[in-house]
Nanobody, 118 residues
Framework: VQLQACGGGLVQAGGCLRLSCAVSVRISSISGLGWYRQAPGKQREWVAS???????NYAESVKGRFTISRSNTKNTVYLQMNSLKPEDTAVYYCHARKVVVGGELHYWGQGTEVTVSS
């Protein structure tokens, strides 16, 4: 499974960006898709996730501002980010979790950088 993220960039506070992550396999076979981020000098943190059935979950810091969605026809997961804040500045990584016999497999995209200026 390969993940290709794009859509990052430089935006002013209050602005918006939409991240996309193309998945190399049918995402209907993927148990969960999500986004993580890593700010400079900090550990990677979970941002949002969506299950195969469409259930979404968000970190408290982005709830109400970010929306995760998936397109099974395009094999892509999206992260719509609104009302961006300087503290949202980070490299954003898409993640896929696949349940297999005996456990789980985890896959990561290469990351796309988001910079929010104040």
């Amino acid at each position: 499974v390969q993940l290709q993220a794009c859509g990052g960039g430089l935006v002013q506070a209050g602005g918006c960006l939409r991240l996309s992550c193309a998945v190399s396999v049918r995402i209907s076979s993927i148990s969960g898709l999500g986004w993580y981020r890593q700010a400079p000098g900090k550990q990677r943190e979970w941002v949002a996730s969506v299950t195969r059935s469409g259930t979404t979950n968000y970190a408290e810091s982005v709830k109400g501002r970010f929306t995760i969605s998936r397109s099974n026809t395009k094999n892509t997961v999206y992260l719509q980010m609104n009302s961006l804040k300087p503290e949202d500045t980070a490299v954003y990584y898409c993640h896929a979790r696949k349940v297999v016999v005996g456990g789980e497999l985890h896959y990561w995209g290469q990351g796309t950088e988001v910079t929010v200026s104040s």
